[in-house]
């Protein structure tokens, strides 16, 4: 059936959007296809601004997910700087915040997720203070910091996006504290024993990694406009800027007003599609069910953008496909890569593999004998081995795995 009078209109230009819009000119699409995004820049790589892109001098433009030239090669057809009002799904339109409507066929939702910024006073007259979400926040905040040199920075929250601006923020020469609510960095997505050496790793770097710290305040104060950052405890940070990464707030508001099912994020099937079957849900913003561990996720990674923007490309082109990914996920920081693969919620088991060389180990995360996820710190032999295992459901001979005499290789791991 001819796609040349369809319109497919996107909701959201980062990764999940332009991939899917990319995909569907390829998977045959002949209609139009049309990208909003609130964001005026052209849309760019997202996990560079906390790592490479805050500590450089380059343009966002190196960053671009694709050229200016590559959108009008395709005809894909962008609409920056414009945010959406409202969705009507029985006149199957959309009204973008200038009045204007615009009618479509079939609607995708890659709106993605917004900062969490907590409800604490005095945040909302801080002296230089930012979440990290957009290119505008990462250029705000170099211009803050300066050459680096003597600034005080204060960065609110202890998770990987937290730790990675602390690290680039070290690397610029900035006198780094972090504070962390919980009593161990990273604890809502790693173990302990992960948690424990990123901590030392910031220490050893001279970043003033805290836990247990739980921020109830921020004052300014003095002609210099430094601010205060109180905690519960009654201690106190003196900071020059300030950077909030406690997390995100995933952008459901049109989903909601619509009328589509929410749970933990817009519901949808294999297909991507939400309850009303016009309608598509992608990326960071969609609660979908993962068959390989058999269980409702919602997940914020570049790897679940791309492959939910292939398969909703490939069904709205007509094709059969189904979302059927394994997880994945990296993070840099100093001259750590850390490579994780599957999703470890629900282990009862982790085994630590220890190579030779310096901080080059991998955790292996079980649920009785089954392999539930790997993390591979400098090593990415381990992540590969652990990515297969996973997904072709073989047992690791634990013993094995344990005694570093024993090669990494798949054929030596495998239980018999």
Known sequence: MSTKDKTCLVIGASHAGVNFAFALRKEGWEGRIVLFDKDPVLPYH???????????????EKHSLKSPESYEKEHIELCLGVGISSINRDTKTITLDTGETQV?????????????????????????LYPLRTAH???????????GKGKRAVIIGGGYIGLEI??????????????????????RVTAPEMSAFFQQLHAEQGVNVLTNKNVVSIATEGADKSNIVRCSDGSQYRADLIVVGVGIRVNLELAKDTGLEIENGIKVNAQTQTSDPAIY?????????????DRWVRLESVQNTVDQAKVAAAVIAGKDASYNSLPWFWSDQFDVKLQMVGLSEGYDELLIREEEGERKFSAWYFRCDQLLAVDAVNNAKAYVIGTKFIKEGKQVDKGKLIDTDVPLKPADLIKN
């Open 281 to 293: 849900a992608i990326g960071d913003c969609s609660f979908h069910h993962n068959p390989l561990y």
């Open 46 to 60: 997202r996990p560079p601004l906390s790592k490479a892109y805050l500590t450089s001098d380059d343009p966002i």
């Open 166 to 187: 602390a690290a680039s923020m070290k690397k610029v020469g900035a006198e780094v504290t972090v504070l962390e609510r919980e009593a161990r960095v990273l604890a």
């Open 137 to 147: 926040d990462v250029q705000q905040i170099k211009a803050a910091l300066g050459d």
């Open 104 to 128: 479509y066929d079939q609607l995708v939702l890659a709106a993605g997720a917004r900062p969490l910024i907590p409800p604490i006073p005095g945040m909302d007259t801080a002296h230089q």
